[in-house]
């Protein structure tokens, strides 16, 4: 009996040690996507409210701010923030900042950060995430960012190129880990772009959420103006049927809805 007892003793202990082992190795599940939109299509994209209300979604809006906000946009942008969206900041006068930065840290913030950011304030809003213009920076104007407490810095990610009509290459999205975010507190990441001339196709951006759900990372993406036809005059921006296929695709993998900022403080909350 000494014996049998002693046995079961034994199961049970080791039944709990796998248990506890199981527990202590298993992955919250944080799988999702970061959709992110820069510029200053504000009505644009307020009238995308019903389409994220419809996939419970939420995203961020980077704000290129070179002048005070009108009354009806800072309306619209804090009926957005209060939907779950979140509100960056995409420069002052949108400009290449590693000239800017060129002529002194000092010029660079009071030319680029500075005036936006009060404008931006004075409407309320207190921006943590910061979309470069142009995808132009460097490690001094990242440190400058950073010191000035942003929490994420989002730079541009492209899958294919073309110089003077030559394709340079073609990259799927699936094998591009820098836009995916690993939830390792990383602050300087990259999102793809989706506008119409990046020439993404609804199977390759179907394969990356799929990609994010197999990784248990996040998808990050961005575009410009909400469109819902070709470019033309001048135009940049998605196409607005490709964003419903996005936010659809993401809703049935399951995937979470993230904003920038949220990704980092999602990390955070892991350790």
């Not at 810095?153 to 073609?170: E, H, K, M, Q």
């Not at 999102?191 to 199977?203: G, V």
């Not at 196409?239 to 990704?263: D, G, H, I, P």
């Amino acid at each position: 009996m000494r014996i049998i007892r002693s046995a079961n003793v034994l199961v049970l202990i080791l039944l709990s040690l796998t248990f506890s082992c199981q527990q202590k190795n298993k992955t919250p599940e944080k799988a999702g996507i970061a959709i992110s939109f820069d510029d200053h299509f504000i009505d644009q994209w307020y009238a995308l409210r019903p389409l994220f209300q419809k996939y419970d979604a939420k995203v961020t809006f980077f704000i290129t701010c070179g002048d005070s906000l009108k009354k009806d946009e800072i309306a619209k942008l804090k009926q957005l923030q209060a939907d779950g969206h979140e509100i960056g900041f995409h420069g002052t006068i949108h400009g290449k900042s590693t000239e800017l930065i060129a002529h002194g840290v000092d010029k660079y913030v009071e030319t680029e950060l500075s005036p936006g950011m009060k404008w931006m304030a004075e409407a309320g809003f207190n921006p943590t995430s910061y979309a470069h213009p142009g995808g132009n920076h460097n490690a001094q104007v990242d440190s400058v960012l950073l010191a000035s407490g942003f929490k994420i810095l989002r730079d541009v990610a492209i899958s294919r190129r073309v110089f003077r009509g030559i394709p340079l290459y073609t990259l799927a999205p699936r094998i591009m880990n820098w836009i995916y975010y690993k939830f390792d507190q990383e602050s300087i990441v990259d999102a793809l772009l989706i506008d119409q001339d990046s020439e993404i196709t609804e199977s390759e951006i179907k394969d990356a959420i799929a990609k994010a759900k197999e990784s248990n990372t996040a998808l990050m993406v961005f575009g410009h103006e909400p469109l819902y036809a070709k470019p033309v005059n001048g135009e940049y921006g998605f196409n607005v049927s490709f964003l419903e296929t996005t936010l659809k695709e993401a809703r049935a993998q399951n995937l979470k809805f993230y904003t920038m900022t949220e990704l980092v403080e999602a990390g955070t909350s892991a350790k």
